[in-house]
Nanobody
Framework: QVHLVESGGGSVQAGGSLRLSCAAS?????????MAWFRQVPGKEREGVAA???????TYADSVKGRFTISKDSSKSTVDLQMHSLKPEDTAMYYC?????????????????????WGQGTQVTVSS
């Protein structure tokens, strides 16, 4: 069993910053999982935002490159998403996910179907 718990969401004005954190636990969790952040707005599919591989390799959606940074602390089993220069279109429920990793000419975020474990989500709202 893998248990993921997100925290750090909230409401900010455009141009502001937020840091999301995901704490992983459970008997089935180990550092061999690739971790990712997804986001979803009502009526749309869950969208991959960023992912980090077991060796620290990272990949980002084009829409967040240069603004978001994913990082992990293996000793604490946490994965963070630092978000800067937030835009109203970043408003969504943000989810942490764990999976085996997606590799297609390099490390990729993949789709929601590529991840077997999910947190409950944390809301991010960016006002203009």
């Amino acid at each position: 069993q893998v248990h993921l718990v997100e925290s750090g969401g909230g409401s900010v004005q455009a141009g502001g910053s937020l840091r999301l954190s995901c704490a992983a636990s459970g008997s089935g969790y180990n550092s061999a999982y690739s971790m990712a952040w997804f986001r979803q707005v009502p009526g749309k599919e869950r969208e991959g935002v960023a992912a980090i591989d077991t060796d620290g390799t990272t990949t980002y959606a084009d829409s967040v490159k240069g603004r978001f940074t994913i990082s992990k602390d293996s000793s604490k089993s946490t994965v963070d998403l630092q978000m800067h220069s937030l835009k109203p279109e970043d408003t969504a429920m943000y989810y942490c996910a764990a999976g085996a990793g997606v590799y297609d000419n390099g490390f990729r975020i993949g789709t929601a179907r590529d991840y077997g474990y999910w947190g409950q989500g944390t809301q991010v709202t960016v006002s203009s």
